[in-house]
C-alpha cells in the first residue's frame, strides 16, 4: 500500500487549501483514512478521518467548521479542503490508513499502518 500526498503550499491567514492523498497498491474503500499533522517539536496530532462509505468523518476540534475530509473512492484519492487558514496550521501535513475494524475510530498515529510521505502547509499572518 503506498500513500501519495500533495497539495501543500504557502498562503495568508484566511486563505485555503486543498490537500490530495492518492492511493494505491490495495482496496482501501473501506477503511478509515485520516489526515495527521505535525510541527516542529510538537508530536504528530490527528487532524480529520473518513470511514468507509456511509460511516461518517470526524474532525480535532481545533478545524472543525474550517476543514472538510472526502474521499473519491473511484479516484481511490482522499481530499483535505482546508478554509480559513491560521497561523497555527503550518505543519508538515500527512495522510495514513486504518485497516483495523474498530468500535470507535482511532485519533492516534500508533494505530495507522501506512503513511504518505507529507506536504509541508505554511501560513503566514
Known amino acids: 500500500v503506498q500513500l501519495q500526498a500533495s497539495g501543500g503550499g504557502s498562503v495568508q491567514t484566511g486563505g485555503s487549501l486543498r490537500l490530495s492523498c492518492a492511493t494505491s497498491g490495495g482496496t482501501l474503500g473501506r477503511y478509515t483514512l485520516s489526515w495527521f499533522r505535525q510541527s516542529p517539536g510538537k508530536e504528530r496530532e490527528f487532524v480529520a478521518g473518513?470511514?468507509?462509505?456511509?460511516?461518517?468523518?470526524f474532525y480535532a476540534t481545533p478545524v472543525k467548521g474550517r476543514f472538510t475530509i472526502s474521499r473519491d473512492n473511484a479516484k481511490n484519492t482522499v481530499y483535505l479542503q482546508m478554509n480559513s487558514l491560521k497561523p497555527e496550521d503550518t505543519a508538515v501535513y500527512y495522510c495514513a490508513v486504518d485497516r483495523s475494524v474498530r468500535i470507535a475510530s482511532s485519533i492516534a498515529s500508533v494505530d495507522y499502518e501506512y503513511w504518505g510521505q507529507g506536504t509541508q502547509v505554511t501560513v503566514s499572518s
Open positions: 473518513i470511514r468507509g462509505p456511509g460511516f461518517g468523518t
